[in-house]
């Protein structure tokens, strides 16, 4: 696309996101046209869509803030085509979806703002979309789903818990990368779970699932998954991973987004690392940092390893009663703070690779902190939030 249709299809975006209500009505809008059109689409989804509402907004910002870094978005469309595979869709359903979405993106904007020059720019768009997924999605001879045997489940802390799974072939994953997820308990609300473990052949996975409250899927994973339950995992999908070049790593976790940042630490220590990598490991309590005595002892191994703890509060709330763990000697013991402050008073990190991964709002807020600190927004990586 031309550097004028990109800049139509993005100002057209905006548009919608600064109305009050904006996302929603556009979402629902472009899901009743679906439905309406093509009522076989309507298998794919579940009961309740209000996820998955949020989940497309969250999918066309990422895409439509990328539309120039066309290496990097023809690669994550081309992975979003092959983890639609598991859905069973079709070319025809894409381009059901493509003429849903310019018909709803019209109902929305009306004849204002959706001028020829508009149309045509989000028909471009979306051609390009379309074709990048549908041509990844039919080059892929894999599975389009893999099952998966919980083999193993405990509670790291309340509210958190471990599930390791045996599939049923191996997956090549890049470590970093997230897959999408369905239990038996939950048919068709997939979830975006990053694996905490590389690949080595086994075909185990292990999965780090923190319960949100309110949430549709996340407390059977965590409250009512046994040892033997199937499970359905999509394709990977996602940017992170560790990087070709040499340079240190500076990785900055928040709660359970430890686990793709885990899963790359011990694959440099498989590859024999010697960059040093800084993994700033936060919380809002001391609790949060379950993983913490693990991390540590891979430290205690790895001299090119640092662990720093840090926690928002100092106490744990009142039904953690387990006694902190101590700082192994010569180990960074933990600060109490908001993370991207912690990070930045260490240093600007200048000429790292920078990975953040967490809830949206630490995300944002440490990325905030690394800019006003002179660093790159383009050197700071970090996946959709899901």
Request: net charge negative; glycine share 8%; charged share 20%.
């Amino acid at each position: 696309m031309d550097s004028q249709a990109i800049s139509l299809v993005r100002s057209s975006f905006k548009s919608i996101v600064a109305e009050e209500g904006g996302p929603e009505r556009l979402a629902r809008t472009f899901y009743s046209l679906l439905f309406a059109r093509s009522p076989e689409t309507r298998e794919f989804f579940p009961a309740a869509m209000d996820v998955q509402r949020d989940r497309l907004f969250t999918a066309i910002a990422y895409v439509v803030e990328r539309l120039d870094e066309t290496d990097e978005i023809l690669e994550y469309l081309a992975q979003l085509g092959r983890d639609h595979r598991k859905y069973g869709v079709t070319d025809e359903h894409y381009q059901a979806v493509g003429n849903s979405m310019i018909e709803a993106f019209e109902l929305f904007g009306g004849a204002e703002m959706w001028t020829d020059e508009v149309d045509s720019a989000w028909r471009n768009a979306l051609a390009v979309i379309s074709a990048a997924m549908m041509d990844a999605a039919n080059a892929e001879d894999g599975p389009p789903a893999w099952s998966a045997t919980v083999i193993e489940t405990r509670t790291a802390i309340r509210g958190v818990a471990i599930v390791r799974l045996q599939l049923d072939q191996p997956m090549d994953y890049r470590p970093g990368q997230y897959v999408s997820v369905q239990v038996g308990a939950r048919p068709r609300m997939w979830r975006y779970l990053s694996p905490a473990n590389p690949p080595d052949g086994s075909g185990i996975i292990e999965f780090h699932i923190r319960q949100v409250t309110g949430g549709w899927v996340s407390p059977a994973m965590v409250t009512q998954t046994t040892v033997g339950d199937i499970w359905v995992i999509g394709s990977p999908i996602g940017g992170l991973g560790i990087p070709e070049n040499t340079k240190d790593l500076l990785m900055i976790a928040s709660g359970t987004g430890v686990a793709p940042l885990r899963a790359q630490i011990l694959e440099l220590i498989r590859r024999g690392n010697t960059r040093k990598v800084h993994l700033f490991y936060s919380g809002a309590h001391p609790c949060d940092l379950y993983d913490l005595p693990h991390l540590w002892a891979l430290a205690e191994r790895h001299p090119w390893l640092t662990i720093v703890p840090v926690s928002e509060d100092d106490t744990n709330p009142w039904w953690h009663t387990e006694t902190e763990p101590l700082s192994p000697i010569g180990m960074p013991k933990r600060m109490t703070g908001k993370v991207g402050k912690v990070v930045t008073s260490f240093g600007n990190w200048a000429g790292c690779d920078i990975q953040v991964v967490g809830n949206e709002s630490v995300v944002n807020s440490t990325k905030f902190r690394l800019r006003a600190v002179g660093i790159d927004a383009a050197t700071v990586r970090s996946d959709p939030t899901y």
